[in-house]
């Protein structure tokens, strides 16, 4: 018992957070340096030339590409890394430090993108372009989950309505139109989003137990209607919905690079700004959204001042499960235009990750969302680059990412007091 | 409701029975199961075309259409599992060894699959008491699997007696290794298990998607596959060949009885449900939930890591790239519905072995897709999570204490 209590002073010596966040950072920023320098620098022929593709599409207003010198790119990105390292060292970000890692995650991929597009060309902006496509259901999931953490109700069941709603999305939408299929989708989520809103508040049942039951529910009848019905040849029309085309923004599309990469895809991405904005108005400059949130923070004394605890977290669900179920929908409507089984492939969760990231705040989501999205179109973007990192390796960055930012390496993120816990009204 | 007028000294045998059986928690658990396969049943009765056909002849000719639907679908998955009960009566009354084999095989193959299940459920179940929510099962049995295949096909001249547990050994270390992660950051960083385990999984996947195609991939195979477990690390198999019952379905209950002793009858075992029921008060006790946390979480991963490796060493003897076990998630509802009781455990584990072995018959013969099976599970978690629908619906009586939802929460502790 001694020994161990011993140890254990050691280790959280060593370990202190506060001392740990200022040392650690500097030292692995400048170890980053480093290997740009020492590794990728060294990799490449001394003239070789890198190449990335500034247009990818006849809408924008053409530019010319952008080549430089590889070894020239790399020792630039290495000298930044390094002068980032000794700074936090010495002096600290302090609470910058988050945005600084992201700086530092840029940089570090800007480096391999060079070197690995080095002697060939790469589309940058077609690159940012996915990310911001695959930023939706990741960003719009995030938002799901804000509404209901907000209100104190966590909702792990993000997953199981977006893929209830792509299914709902597919088949609607094969039936009668992509906008029936939006509302089906956006319907199924609801009606999700009440049994758990049902389960939590009024059975008081773990919030999180009631997702779970919802998520191993939601795939496994999507799962079983999709092999009962829509295998079979003869019911494919069943699951034909197409999907939403892309619609260029008259005059914001025309902007070099920009353009391409924000304003010229389909209506999920610009739903997605628009949710986004709505949110941040709603919950941070209206009487509705401070109610929301103190019974999200505590809703005893949101009770006390008149504010009905129940119908705002019954609300709260059902929106929720509304946007959960409108993110689902991308997945069938916005991107192949079909219902396979686990299309969704753990995007929900990740949506917690970025609401999370985002520290519980719409834009926070909007930029954790992007992150997450960035993360995705690079295993799609370097595995035809000739790179010597194996496709499967990349494909786990996402995930590794989550587990970096769950575990507050960029700061540790506080959700709402309650959330979690079911509120019984005081009987006198 | 006469029982309430009577007096104490007047109730008779029966009422007194009903009381205590609407009371019990066993009963609840009981009828969350039965009401699960009633709704699976509803489920497979408006979900197929046929009965809409028959409704439209006639109101009759509807309803038992609907009954031959779901007598077919429940059926052959009670044959799947179990075998044709005339086959085996047949089979023992001509007392030919082969026969009788042939005629237990769906039952053995059941057992078969109830292994990784006893494995998997002890290991949900330990953490659920410890308070954590082990929902990296699934990954803890895929690395687990590959660590002790690896130890299975390259550690060569060993005798059995040392390799077998050597490989086991070495599956439950991955297992543990996973399992450890999640616990780690939850204790030192706060990063809430249920996430970081679900990440892990997805790690695990890839992980090893990239293991098989790659450094352990066979090189004589086309596809992607690791090199054969050695004979001498696989694991006893009790009959001849198409039966491939082997000696892990015991280690999994020694298992399951060896968590029960240390979780109830151990100090240590005492701390981990504790922690689990109430870390402040464990915290003011002096227990340190640091340790306990860690330890529990990885502890529940090296058992699910055994899974895979009883999995690998006993039935597969190789890994190919179709990862998706499915046993992880299961035993969520698994454990739930043994109240996280690695006793109850074993019960559930069966009924979840039985069930997942005969679905594959079931979906062949009846045209009921496998995932039904899913769908009961989402019931039974749903009715045991909420025992007062159960009530509802059955009229049961209250229990005298008021009861939690479950014994234990999950959610966030703030202290």
């Known amino acids: ?320 499960g509304m946007v959960a179920g409108f993110a689902g929908s991308y997945f069938s409507l916005g991107s192949v235009g079909r219902f396979e089984q686990t299309m969704t492939a753990g995007r929900g969760f990740i949506a917690l990750a970025a609401m999370i990231f985002g520290k519980w705040n719409p834009l926070g989501a909007l930029q954790a969302g992007m992150l997450f999205g960035f993360a995705e179109s690079l295993t799609t973007k370097l595995s035809l680059l000739n790179f010597p990192i194996p496709a499967e390796v990349l494909l786990m960055l996402p995930y590794i990412i989550t587990i970096i930012v769950l575990a507050g390496v960029v700061g540790r993120s506080r959700g709402p007091a309650a959330a979690g816990s079911a509120y019984e009204k005081e009987s006198l | 409701m006469t029982n309430k007028k009577t007096s104490d000294g007047k109730r008779n045998f029966l009422s007194i029975f009903y009381e205590e059986l609407s009371r019990s928690s066993l009963t609840i658990i009981v009828l969350s199961v039965i009401s699960g396969f009633v709704m699976g049943g509803i489920l497979v009765i408006l979900t197929a075309p046929e009965v809409y056909k028959a409704f439209g002849t006639s109101f009759v000719s509807g309803l038992s259409t609907s009954w031959n639907i779901v007598a077919k679908t429940y059926s052959s998955l009670f044959l799947g599992a179990i075998g044709n009960p005339a086959r085996i009566a047949e089979a023992l009354g001509s007392g030919d060894r082969a026969l009788i084999l042939k005629a237990f095989t769906p039952f053995l193959e059941s057992l078969v699959v109830t292994t990784p299940y006893l494995f998997t459920g002890v290991a949900v179940a330990m953490g659920f008491r410890a308070g954590l929510f082990n929902i990296g099962a699934e990954g803890q049995v895929l690395v687990g699997a590959i660590a002790a295949g690896w130890a299975g096909w390259s550690f060569t001249g060993l005798s059995p007696w040392i390799h077998v547990p050597l490989a086991m050994l070495i599956g439950a270390l991955a297992g543990g290794l996973w399992g450890f992660v999640p616990g780690f950051l939850k204790v030192k960083t706060g990063a809430h298990e249920v996430i970081t385990t679900i990440m892990m999984n997805y790690v695990a996947y890839y992980l090893i998607y990239y293991l098989i195609a790659a450094p352990l991939r066979d090189p004589n195979e086309v596809t992607p596959k690791t090199p054969w477990v050695l004979e001498s690390a696989h694991l006893f198999r009790f009959f001849p060949d198409p039966i491939r019952f082997h000696f892990g379905f015991f280690i999994a209950l020694m298992v399951a009885i060896l968590a029960w002793y240390i979780l109830f009858k151990t100090t240590w075992g005492y701390e981990l449900r504790t922690v689990g029921l109430n870390p402040n008060a464990s915290r003011y006790a002096g227990m340190n939930i640091t340790v306990v946390t860690i330890a529990a979480m990885a502890l529940s991963g090296a058992i699910a890591g055994m899974a895979g490796a009883s999995e690998i060493l006993g039935v597969t003897w190789r890994q190919s790239q179709a990862l998706a076990t499915g046993y992880g998630f299961d035993s969520i509802a698994l454990a739930l519905l043994a109240q996280n009781h690695p006793l109850g455990v074993i019960l559930t584990a069966l009924l979840f072995g039985f069930l997942r072995s005969g679905s594959r018959v079931m979906q062949l013969s009846a045209g009921t897709p496998v995932y039904i099976i899913n769908i009961l599970q989402a019931f039974i978690i749903l009715f045991i999570a909420a025992p007062a629908i159960i009530r509802t619906i059955f009229r049961l009586k209250q229990p005298a204490a008021k009861e939690a939802p479950l014994p234990i929460s999950l959610s966030e502790k703030k202290s």
């Open chain 1, 1 to 320: 018992m001694k020994s161990s209590t011993k140890n254990q002073n050691w280790i959280t010596k060593v370990l202190d957070p506060a001392r740990l966040r200022q040392w650690l950072p500097g030292v692995l920023f400048i170890l980053v340096g480093i290997f740009i320098k020492l590794v990728l620098n060294e990799a490449v022929e001394a003239d070789a030339l890198t190449t990335f593709t500034t247009n990818i599409n006849k809408t924008s207003i053409q530019i010319p590409n952008f080549v430089f010198n590889t070894r020239f790119g790399l020792d630039l990105i290495s000298g930044l890394c390094a002068g980032i390292g000794i700074y936090q060292i010495l002096r600290g970000f302090k609470n910058k430090l988050t945005m600084i890692i992201a700086v530092m995650g840029i940089l570090v991929v800007f480096g391999f993108l060079v070197w690995g597009a080095s002697g060939t060309s790469l589309s940058f902006t077609g690159m940012l372009a996915v990310m911001v496509i695959r930023s939706v259901p990741i960003t719009i999931g995030a938002l799901a989950g804000i509404l209901c953490e907000r209100a104190g109700i966590i909702n792990i069941a993000i997953e199981g309505m977006m893929i209830a709603g792509a299914f709902a999305g597919a088949v609607v939408g094969s039936i009668f139109n992509l906008w029936a299929g939006i509302l089906a989708a956006i319907m199924i989520g609801a009606l999700l989003a009440l049994v758990h809103a049902v389960l939590s508040i009024k059975y008081k049942v773990d919030q999180i137990i009631s997702g779970t039951m919802i998520n191993i529910f939601s795939t496994g009848l999507t799962s079983y209607l999709y092999i009962k019905f829509l295998q079979d040849t003869e019911n494919q029309w069943l699951n034909e919905s197409g999907f939403f085309r892309p619609m260029p923004i008259p005059g914001l599309a025309k902007i070099p690079v920009i353009g391409p990469i924000f304003f010229d895809h389909n209506l999920y991405i610009y739903a997605m700004y628009i949710l986004v904005a709505i949110l941040t108005i709603a919950l941070f400059k209206t009487k509705w959204g401070l109610r929301h949130r103190s019974v999200g923070e505590y809703p005893k004394a949101a009770d006390t001042l008149g504010v009905n605890v129940f119908r705002t977290r019954y609300l709260a669900c059902l929106l929720s």
